[in-house]
């Protein structure tokens, strides 16, 4: 089904092309970044590298009739060894003068600067802050539906997005499967003189394959297969939410955003990231600075239910019940700072240095310094 | 203190060359049949992409100067109220979500008075110098 979505966006661009208007554009990022001695950090290490957030894409446009556009973007990602995949392919249907409904895969509006996520040129940082939008969930195959107005000052856009999620994700250095299905997506932004406003509510029912933790699982289910469907994440409901303002005075401006995430009936921790950033504007510079955190060390869920065990089994259950929660653990906060350099209208030069902490591992602490070039036609 | 203030009067002075040097008088300009009532805030609208149609409900084609003319420079920064730069990565959001077409670019001011001449829906901008009687010009800061 997404394969056939995907090449008909595209044949429809394609066909298009002999009568009407194909839109052709393109962005990249040149990221290259080198850590401390000995340290790691985002896929980097203390070697030069470019592959762990660089990428090239394509995207081709086409108006179908007066109210209808395909669109599909085409990325290549360093760290899939530049592999090209069709990460975005939909149709929009311009409803009304407000109103536009979107079908395909989209990007899932979760944050504030997540439909233009891949577009280094649109924001200051080098990469959008990873305690907040490093999520391995950031397209989804549905339906979007785009309200915006305005009333004097006050500019609003709404939009609901429902649809399936799958993606692979690494956990602990493993690779894993997640999919979530029946996702609803609510999000309304405001924007008020310089002002911006957003919020988001997510919910959908989460299932995580994670063969590492599979053994566990097991044990855990020879002893009480009660605590083991509690423990695991299957087609269990889970949550999110996330809020930003920001204020804009376009010599400087101010922002910050925060999100959440949970998944009671799971080993997966509650979650809760935010990033502050700041930045001035002079001439064709931006300095700016972020300090970023992301907490996913809540305490491990569940342990005061092994209390009602026969003594025996309880440093086993014990053992099995925080294990399976340990690989997602984690908590660190981030200071970067940076300057943008706006080299032409489609060209930007950046470099930021990242003082990474890790709060459960000192060892783990790295320093981080990584240029971009990022570029749109 | 007192370098503090000296650096912050040479600044101002610095400013006010340079805007006195670099100051176009830009204005918009549209089809002489263009009975709108046109402000600031509607060209924003439109030039940004946040708005299609002009006050009365028509169809409204913005028209944009490139990159390299100066009067881009002047009527980004006078009138949209932010640099090059800044415009062009708020359209670089739009573009890479589907959700708008820039608009279209020509060379100069003469290119923009002969687009908006033929087209009752252009509106464009050029230096006031160079309006003619083949379209409608409106001061708008």
């Known amino acids: 089904m997404k394969k056939i979505i995907a090449m008909s966006a595209v044949a429809l661009a394609v066909s298009s092309g002999v009568q009407a208007d194909v839109r052709i554009n393109g962005f990249a990022n040149l990221v290259g970044g080198i850590t401390s001695s000995d340290d790691s950090l985002y896929g980097y290490d203390d070697n030069v590298s470019f592959s762990p957030e660089s990428l090239f894409a394509i995207q081709v446009s086409g108006d179908i009739n007066e109210r209808m ?13 530049y592999d090209v995949a069709f990460e975005w392919a939909y149709l929009t249907f311009q409803a009304t003068d407000d109103t536009s409904i979107s079908a395909g895969r989209l990007r899932m509006p979760l944050f504030r600067y997540s439909a233009s996520l ?6 200051h940082w080098v990469v959008a802050p990873q305690s907040v939008y490093n999520v391995p969930f950031n397209n989804i195959d549905g339906v979007r539906v785009d309200f915006n107005g305005y009333s004097d000052d006050l500019e609003y856009t709404f939009q609901l997005t429902g649809g399936k999620v799958e993606n692979d994700f690494t956990l602990a250095g493993q690779s894993a499967r997640l999919q979530i ?18 919020g988001v509510a997510a919910r959908g029912d989460v299932t995580f394959d994670i063969p590492a933790l599979e053994p566990a699982f097991a044990q855990l289910g020879q002893i009480d297969s009660g605590l083991q469907s509690l423990l695991e994440a299957n087609d269990d409901s889970g949550l999110f939410y996330g809020a930003s303002i920001e204020y804009d005075a376009f010599d400087w401006f101010v922002a910050a955003e925060f999100t959440g995430a949970e998944i009671e009936d799971s080993f997966y921790p509650d979650e809760t990231n935010f990033y502050v950033t700041a930045g001035l504007r002079s001439g064709k510079w931006t300095p700016f600075i972020t300090y970023e955190k992301s907490d996913l060390n809540d305490g491990p869920k569940f342990v005061d239910r092994i209390a009602g065990f026969p003594a025996p089994l309880q440093v086993p259950l014990t053992q099995l019940v925080i294990g399976i929660q340990q690989p997602a653990i984690s908590e660190n906060d981030t200071t970067s700072v940076g300057v943008r350099y706006d080299y032409d209208t489609n060209v930007a030069l950046k470099v ?5 902490s890790d709060d459960l591992d000192e060892s783990q602490d790295a320093t981080l310094v990584r ?3 990022n570029y749109v036609f | 203190m007192l370098k503090k203030h000296l650096f912050r009067g040479c600044i101002a002075l610095m400013v006010a060359l340079s805007a006195h040097v670099a100051m176009a008088d830009v204005v918009m300009v549209v089809h002489p049949s263009n009975s709108d009532a046109i402000d600031a805030k509607v060209v924003k609208r439109i030039f940004l992409g946040k708005e299609k149609k002009f006050p009365g409900g028509s169809d409204a084609t913005p028209i944009n100067q490139v990159a390299e003319s100066s009067v881009r420079g002047e009527f980004d920064d006078s009138v949209i109220g932010r640099s090059s730069a800044q415009v062009s990565a708020h359209w670089s959001k739009l573009v890479f979500t589907g959700k708008g077409v820039p608009p279209a670019e020509v060379a100069d001011d003469a290119a923009v008075i002969a687009a908006v001449a033929a087209d009752p829906t252009a509106i464009g901008y050029v230096d006031s110098a160079s309006v003619t009687g083949a379209v409608k010009a409106i001061q708008v800061q």
């Open chain 1, 181 to 198: 299905n029946n996702v609803i997506v609510g999000t309304a932004e405001f924007t008020y003189l310089n002002w911006k406003f957003r």
């Open chain 1, 118 to 123: 891949d577009v280094g040129y649109s924001y």
């Open chain 1, 371 to 373: 240029f971009a070039v």
């Open chain 1, 69 to 81: 556009t395909a669109t599909g973007q085409l990325v290549a990602r360093g760290e899939d060894d």
């Open chain 1, 352 to 356: 930021d240095v990242s003082k990474y």
